[in-house]
């Protein structure tokens, strides 16, 4: 399955790793074995419900793109990402976004996120 040979393989030299296109439901437990490694994750036009408390295990993580997906809820947790400096969640169900966010005293891009649209 070419998803999981993309995820077995580890981010590339620059640290992206694409998991768009497929059919994942949840975050591959395995991006944790990257969490020193992994900067970009591109996980778009998947199925993806929400963005667990995993995601905070990813610190270095400097973009993240999971836009057409079904996310109707992010975890707290991403405020544990303080390198984001790249939030694409368009396409989804987000009705708000956690407080935690604003943790992520990089993040100049968040993409499609509107202030009637998604509240802090």
Not at 9 to 19: A, C, K, T, W, Y
Not at 48 to 60: A, C, H, K, Y
Not at 61 to 66: A, E, G, I, P, S
Request: hydrophobic share 40%.
């Amino acid at each position: 399955m070419q998803e999981y040979d993309e995820l077995s393989r580890g981010p590339s030299e620059d640290g992206f790793v694409n998991l768009s296109h497929n059919t994942w439901k949840t975050l591959p437990p395995e991006l944790s074995d990257f969490t020193t490694t992994l900067l970009h994750l591109e996980m778009s036009n998947n199925q993806l419900t929400s963005l667990p408390e995993s995601v905070g295990d990813l610190v270095l993580l400097q973009t993240l793109d999971v836009s057409f997906n079904w996310i109707e809820t992010i975890d707290g947790a991403i405020g544990k990402c303080i390198r984001l400096r790249r939030l694409n969640v368009a396409k989804n169900r987000i009705d708000a976004l956690p407080e935690e966010i604003c943790d992520c005293i990089l993040l100049v891009r968040a993409k499609d996120l509107w202030a009637d649209t998604a509240r802090f």
